[in-house]
């Protein structure tokens, strides 16, 4: 049971610091616990890309035209083929390391807690929670912090 993180890091991005598949596996076990979904086992793909991936991608799934940290693809597979897995792969999560660095310089955050942020923030999109209104991103939030205060990471939404 649990969470388990296909991590794709295929073009060798050597930041300052990346995050392992067992920070990963950590950060989005405590998300799928806080968000009380089940205790099935899933998967989630994790793909690391450059900022001309990312924006490539945010431009044709999302038509806005510049590079973003973090987009999830929800799995859409057959029912047939769900019946014949082990587990529920839940969808696919895009994170751009250098926006994601980037982002917690100018923020002032340590870059695992930001890091573990982004990764949960995609994790529960992958979970159809959403920041469209006021009310959806005060639940995703909530669970944002939630999860990241379970992992010793303070609350990201507090300046300063």
């Not at 995609?122 to 999860?147: P, Q, T």
Request: net charge negative.
């Amino acid at each position: 049971m649990g969470v388990t993180v296909d991590l794709d890091n295929a073009d060798g991005f050597s930041s300052h610091w990346l995050p392992d598949t067992q920070d990963l596996v950590k950060w989005l076990s405590c998300a799928w616990q806080a968000s009380a979904a089940s205790d099935e086992p899933v998967n989630v793909s994790i793909r690391l890309v450059d900022r001309d991936g990312s924006a490539v991608l945010n431009r044709q799934y999302r038509a806005r035209d510049y590079p973003t940290n973090v987009l999830s693809f929800p799995a859409q597979l057959p029912k047939t083929i769900i019946k014949l897995m082990e587990y529920t792969h839940l969808g696919d999560i895009v994170i751009c390391p250098g926006i994601v660095e980037q982002e917690a310089q100018d923020q002032q955050k340590q870059l695992p807690a930001h890091w573990a942020h982004m990764a949960i923030h995609g994790f529960l999109h992958l979970l159809d929670y959403d920041h469209n209104s006021s009310v959806e991103a005060e639940k995703m939030e909530s669970l944002e912090i939630l999860a990241l205060e379970k992992l010793g990471f303070s609350n990201p939404y507090l300046i300063g």
